[in-house]
């Protein structure tokens, strides 16, 4: 009876794991530093409306607090 193991062709895919966890804090320091607007109860019920009416007509929006 022959043992069937794939031997390094299985860990080999797990060879990226570092870099990839190295990449993904890399892409996302500098989103951590940019402090978040404060939003007044006007702003939030223009975007409400804007998110409503871009579900409704399948229509694409970009947001900005500013």
């Known amino acids: 009876m022959a ?3 794939r031997g390094k062709m299985k860990w080999q895919s797990a060879s990226f794991l570092p870099l990839a966890f190295e990449m993904t804090s ?3 320091k500098d989103q951590a ?3 978040k607007p404060i939003l007044d109860e ?3 019920e223009e975007f409400d409306l804007r998110i409503a009416y871009a ?3 399948n229509h694409a929006v970009k947001l900005t607090g500013i």
């Open 55 to 57: 579900t409704e007509y």
């Open 33 to 35: 530093r940019t402090a």
């Open 26 to 28: 890399e892409m996302f």
């Open 42 to 44: 006007h702003q939030t």
């Open 3 to 5: 043992i069937r193991d």
